[in-house]
């Protein structure tokens, strides 16, 4: 069974530009880089943000632990996932691109107007 690592890598590919998943005041970012180590992301500011792999790896599990797929659907802003997310990546705050490149690579799904909402995909 494929990792959410190795979705990303099938099928987000670097160069990927996308947007942070508030529809109103979403921010473009593009995926830069893509290698062993995690993702690097190049924000609308000209910075950049590093994500581990294992951000994405623990992202999908926190939803499929606390169930949120199906019908349920869980805060972006809830405290334990955006706690679990930047102590994850070494507390760099990152969770909106990690929400985003989740969703491009299918894993989950998201709710674009407020309040933002994830679940994981079915």
Known sequence: MDTAYD?????????TRLRTPDKA???PFTVAEINPE???VRTSSGGRVKIGLFTF???VKYLGDMGIRGERWMPVKD????MMLNS???RVRASSYVI???????LIDVVHKRPNQVRLSR
């Open 7 to 15: 979705t990303i890598l099938s099928r987000v590919p670097p160069g």
């Open 25 to 27: 005041a979403g921010k």
């Open 38 to 40: 995690g993702v690097l």
């Open 57 to 59: 790896e623990a992202a």
């Open 79 to 82: 405290e334990g996932l955006q």
């Open 88 to 90: 994850e990546n070494d």
């Open 100 to 106: 985003s490149i989740l969703e491009e690579a299918g």
